[in-house]
């Protein structure tokens, strides 16, 4: 079975500041995949970034990255030079890699972002 | 762009009422999932299917059923709708479930008086 927590529930940052969104993820899959999303009160839910698990290299997005520790199981994003358009629920998601039915992703709780001006 | 659409963005319905929420989807993809989201548990999945007529359970299945009779569309069935299953219904689809990121629909609030 597959976890992700995240344990933030909300989270305030000051405009163009960079903030960190845990997560942690439990899984038993050698190989399996990390994803975020961003979902701003309009309700979409927008897909940010990805990385697999043997990726050698954290992933990148623009201003969005990935802080891959593997030995740690974490997964966290970062947003550098924050934006008033970052305000939003943010969530981590998991895909595992042992067979069709841990390959549906996994969402944790969410975190609230809030970007003050 | 790919589109998954949700038929309606707010839905109230009376207990006991029979309540479809439609998703459809215009990139020819084989997985669809029905996922609901409340405020601190996050996103749970409900169902899921990987093809035409397939459909597997997810976490909480229970009070729900699906119906997938063509590739594009994906429904999910309240058959006597409960107060507790007032919440967000989000509809996504993929083509590769292994390697792909899920595409969304806006949701669908359903309250249920």
């Known amino acids: 079975a597959q976890k992700i927590t995240q344990t933030q529930p909300g989270m305030f940052v000051q405009e163009k500041e960079a903030v960190t969104l845990d997560c942690t993820y439990d899984?038993?899959?050698?190989?399996?995949?990390l994803f975020w999303y961003k979902q701003p009160s309009s309700g979409e839910m927008i897909f940010l970034i990805y990385q697999g698990s043997y990726d050698q290299q954290n992933a990148t997005e623009g201003r969005y990255s990935l802080n891959f520790q593997k030995a740690r199981k974490s997964a966290n994003l970062v947003i550098s030079a924050s934006q008033l358009g970052d305000s939003a629920m943010y969530f981590c998601?998991?895909?595992?890699?042992?067979?069709?039915?841990?390959?549906?992703?996994?969402f944790g709780r969410g975190t609230s972002l809030i970007v003050h001006p | 762009d790919v589109k998954v659409t949700q038929s309606s963005r707010y839905l109230v319905k009376r207990t006991g009422e029979k309540v479809f929420l439609e998703c459809v989807q215009d990139m020819d993809h084989e997985n669809m999932f029905w996922y609901r989201q409340d405020p601190g548990l996050g996103l749970r999945l409900i169902y899921f299917?990987?093809?035409?007529?397939?459909?597997e359970k997810g976490d909480i299945p229970e009070g729900y059923s699906v119906s997938r009779e063509k590739k594009e569309r994906f429904s999910l069935i309240l058959e006597s709708a409960s107060t507790n299953q007032t919440s967000m219904y989000l509809c996504?689809?993929?083509?590769?479930?292994?390697?792909?990121?899920?595409?969304f629909g806006s949701g669908t609030q359903l309250s249920v008086l």
């Open positions: 998601a998991m895909r595992g890699g042992g067979g069709r039915g841990s390959y549906i992703p996994t």
């Open positions: 996504a689809s993929c083509t590769d479930i292994r390697n792909e990121k899920l595409f």
């Open positions: 299917s990987y093809d035409v007529k397939m459909k």
């Open positions: 899984t038993s899959d050698p190989s399996y995949g």
